[in-house]
T-cell receptor, first 114, second 116 residues
Framework: KAGVTQTPRYLIKTRGQQVTLSCSPI?????VSWYQQTPGQGLQFLFE???????NKGNFPGRFSGRQFSNSRSEMNVSTLELGDSALYLC?????????????FGPGTRLTVL | AQKITQTQPGMFVQEKEAVTLDCTYD???????LFWYKQPSSGEMIFLIY??????QNATEGRYSLNFQKARKSANLVISASQLGDSAMYFC?????????????FGTGTKLQVIP
């Protein structure tokens, strides 16, 4: 069974640009969550999608948005990039997004904002 | 508010020895889950073990076991027979059972290095 895949793996952007990250969950998983990991703030929950609907959202500005498609693939978009957006962005999938469901993480996209 | 504390920023262990990584938590939720993840230098978070707050027995998964002491609010990870491939960052996390992963909180992590 294929794991969670994320593309691209590395990305370099400049301030003010926007970026779109992609995540393909494990087949059959309907919940996709996104996390931001930085040395200063650690791992923080961004949002969760289930059946094409954003079900939960973390404490991030509106520049961070996402969507989920009918095949459960998800994209995350960050507009008007800031230096502080440099981070490892991790996507995780689970069957239904219940806490007792195991979350499987992808390898992450490392975003550098110059 | 909930909080996870991992007091060991870094640890060394000899290959084939057992090691315990500490995790304490604080929450007002009566029902919650506790998790441990491993993050190698490649970046991917790998799920290791889960413990539900109402589970009577400590969780075990192969060489990993979770020493759950509810009254002390601790959920230490024990790795038996350490291997060189166990060198990585280890994160403890928790989430209340209500609300999905929105309220998940991660600790700051412990960097484990296994010495040959």
């Amino acid at each position: 069974k294929a794991g969670v895949t994320q593309t691209p793996r590395y990305l370099i952007k400049t301030r003010g640009q926007q970026v779109t990250l992609s995540c393909s969950p494990i087949s059959g998983h309907r919940s996709v969550s996104w996390y931001q990991q930085t040395p200063g703030q650690g791992l923080q929950f961004l949002f969760e999608y289930f059946s094409e609907t954003q079900r939960n959202k973390g404490n991030f500005p509106g520049r961070f948005s996402g969507r989920q498609f009918s095949n459960s693939r998800s994209e995350m978009n960050v507009s008007t990039l800031e230096l502080g957006d440099s981070a490892l962005y991790l996507c995780a999938s689970s069957l239904a997004g219940q806490v007792s469901d195991t979350q499987y993480f992808g390898p992450g996209t490392r975003l550098t904002v110059l | 508010a909930q909080k996870i504390t991992q007091t060991q920023p870094g640890m060394f262990v000899q290959e084939k020895e057992a090691v315990t990584l500490d995790c304490t938590y604080d929450t007002s939720d009566p029902s919650y889950g506790l998790f441990w993840y491993k993050q190698p230098s490649s970046g991917e978070m790998i799920f290791l073990i889960y413990q539900g707050s109402y589970d009577q027995q400590n969780a075990t998964e192969g060489r990993y076991s979770l020493n759950f002491q509810k009254a002390r609010k601790s959920a230490n990870l024990v790795i038996s027979a350490s291997q060189l491939g166990d060198s990585a960052m280890y994160f403890c996390a928790m989430s209340p059972n209500s609300g999905g992963y929105q309220k998940v909180t991660f600790g700051t992590g412990t960097k484990l290095q296994v010495i040959p």
